[in-house]
C-alpha cells in the first residue's frame, strides 16, 4: 500500500512565498516520477511540476521562473518551492506518484490548501 502524506500549505500574501512536501511510503518502485498538480475552484485539475527519479523536470509555463520542484530519492518526498506567488495560485495542490513499471499505477496525496491573498 503506497500512501502520499503532503504538507506546508497555508495562506500567504501575494508576493510571497510557500514550501509545499510530500513523502511516499511503502512498496514504491524506485523509478519513478513524482509531480505536483493542482485545482482551483470550478476549474480541472492541471501539472505544476513534474521531477522524475532521474532529476529530470518538467513546469507548467505559469510558475517557471517562480516554482521550483525537487526531491530527496532516499526520503521518497517531493519539494514545491513556491516564490512571488500571485492570487491565481490560489488552489488545493496535490502530489502524485507514478510508478515506471507496469501497470504503472499512480498514487495522489490528499491535497493541500494554497490560499494567496491580494
Known amino acids: 500500500q503506497v500512501q502520499l502524506v503532503e504538507s506546508g500549505g497555508g495562506l500567504v500574501q501575494a508576493g510571497g512565498s510557500l514550501r509545499l512536501s510530500c513523502a511516499a511510503s511503502?512498496?514504491?518502485?524506485?523509478?519513478?516520477?513524482m509531480g505536483w498538480y493542482r485545482q482551483a475552484p470550478g476549474n480541472e485539475r492541471e501539472l505544476v511540476a513534474t521531477?522524475?527519479?532521474?532529476?529530470?523536470?518538467n513546469y507548467a509555463d505559469s510558475v517557471k521562473g517562480r516554482f521550483t520542484i525537487s526531491r530527496d530519492n532516499a526520503r521518497n518526498t517531493v519539494y514545491l518551492q513556491m516564490n512571488s506567488l500571485k492570487s491565481e495560485d490560489t488552489a488545493v495542490y496535490y502530489c502524485?506518484?507514478?510508478?515506471?513499471?507496469?501497470?504503472?499505477?499512480?498514487?495522489w496525496g490528499q491535497g493541500t490548501q494554497v490560499t494567496v491573498s491580494s
Open positions: 502524485k506518484l507514478l510508478i515506471l513499471r507496469p501497470p504503472s499505477p499512480s498514487y
Open positions: 511503502g512498496n514504491i518502485f524506485s523509478i519513478n516520477v
Open positions: 521531477i522524475s527519479s532521474g532529476g529530470g523536470t
